[in-house]
T-cell receptor, first 114, second 113 residues
Framework: AQSVSQHNHHVILSEAASLELGCNYSYGGTVNLFWYVQYPGQHLQLLLKYFSGDPLVKGIKGFEAEFIKSKFSFNLRKPSVQWSDTAEYFCAVNPNSGTYKYIFGTGTRLKVLA | DAGVTQSPTHLIKTRGQQVTLRCSPKSGHDTVSWYQQALGQGPQFIFQYYEEEERQRGNFPDRFSGHQFPNYSSELNVNALLLGDSALYLC????????????FGPGTRLTVL
């Protein structure tokens, strides 16, 4: 069965620390990949997406992610986090086969200490 | 330009009751998908509607049904509510042709007592 794994369930960092959140998926075909963020009390917002081309994608608010096809991974990174990055982060995979079904990971709660 | 809107924001029901949740897609979008997000979990795909028909379904029982109207808005109906149906229900809209990018609404928080 298709699945998405986010290995870090809770992460606590100090401001200015670097962030890397892991995401691995199980699906053998072509995929579209997404990172969504959910700030406290707000709805899911798209951080960045990968459809094809350059495997290093840049998103909003200084986030970036790298698609490594051989590792079935799409890790999220940010060089220097801010207190305002405190949120829950979800990785999602969409098998690129004409389906709108997104498969989400269980999420990573990030807390940034001021 | 309004994004995806959902109503109501919160809802409390008792076991065995039926509930209807509503979603209006982002302007220009014609597909609607519904997701269930249980506490501490990621969203799980329920089904997707396009051209007023259910096009794809996730692993949810027939108690979950939906509808899409000619104006692309959608309803999610859940019959015979169970305690385990308590969750945040998310609606996502998109455009059929393209890269399957979807925009999510704020959700409806359903509590079943």
């Amino acid at each position: 069965a298709q699945s998405v794994s986010q290995h870090n369930h809770h992460v606590i960092l100090s401001e200015a620390a670097s962030l890397e959140l892991g995401c691995n998926y199980s699906y053998g075909g072509t995929v579209n990949l997404f990172w969504y963020v959910q700030y406290p009390g707000q709805h899911l917002q798209l951080l960045l997406k990968y459809f094809s081309g350059d495997p290093l994608v840049k998103g909003i608010k200084g986030f970036e992610a790298e698609f490594i096809k051989s590792k079935f991974s799409f890790n999220l990174r940010k060089p220097s986090v801010q207190w305002s990055d405190t949120a829950e982060y979800f990785c999602a995979v969409n098998p690129n086969s004409g389906t709108y079904k997104y498969i989400f990971g269980t999420g990573t709660r990030l807390k940034v200490l001021a | 330009d309004a994004g995806v809107t959902q109503s109501p924001t919160h809802l409390i029901k008792t076991r065995g009751q039926q509930v209807t949740l509503r979603c209006s897609p982002k302007s220009g979008h014609d597909t609607v998908s519904w997701y269930q997000q249980a506490l501490g979990q990621g969203p799980q795909f329920i089904f997707q509607y396009y051209e007023e028909e259910e096009r794809q379904r996730g692993n949810f029982p027939d108690r979950f049904s939906g509808h899409q109207f000619p104006n692309y808005s959608s309803e999610l109906n859940v019959n015979a509510l169970l305690l385990g149906d308590s969750a945040l229900y998310l609606c996502a809209s998109g455009i059929k042709d393209g890269y399957n990018e979807q925009f999510f609404g704020p959700g409806t928080r359903l509590t079943v007592l």
